[in-house]
């Protein structure tokens, strides 16, 4: 069983910047592929970024390419996005993911775990 509690949400101007912060437990967070997904009002999730087991792969929404980038560290079970440039349609309740098999993905269905969320607001 793992459990992930995401932090570092909050609210900031459009063009400002936020880390969020996902803690795991349990001893396989290491061969876990990772990811973070949002959810905006009346919306469907959608994929922000994922990165593999190792950290040496890493994958990005279009919406959000060379605005965000996702990390892990492995000795401390946790993995992190910095977002920069944010815009106002950033804004949505931001979940963090686990994915028992070590493949990227795109697909929510596909992961195995998830956060509790914590909200990202981006005012204009």
Excluded at 72 to 81: I, K
Excluded at 97 to 108: T, Y
């Amino acid at each position: 069983q793992v459990q992930l509690v995401e932090s570092g949400g909050g609210l900031v101007q459009a063009g400002g910047s936020l880390r969020l912060s996902c803690a795991a437990s349990g001893r396989d967070f290491g061969s876990y592929a990772m990811a973070w997904f949002r959810q905006a009002p009346g919306k469907e999730r959608e994929f922000v970024a994922a990165i593999s087991w190792s950290g040496s792969d890493a994958d990005y929404a279009d919406s959000v390419k060379d605005r965000f980038t996702i990390n892990r560290d492995n000795a401390r079970n946790t993995v992190v996005l910095q977002m920069n440039s944010l815009r106002p349609e950033d804004t949505a309740v931001y979940y963090c993911n686990a994915k028992v098999s070590r493949g990227l993905s795109f697909k929510p269905l596909k992961y195995d775990y998830w956060g509790q969320g914590t909200q990202v607001t981006v005012s204009s």
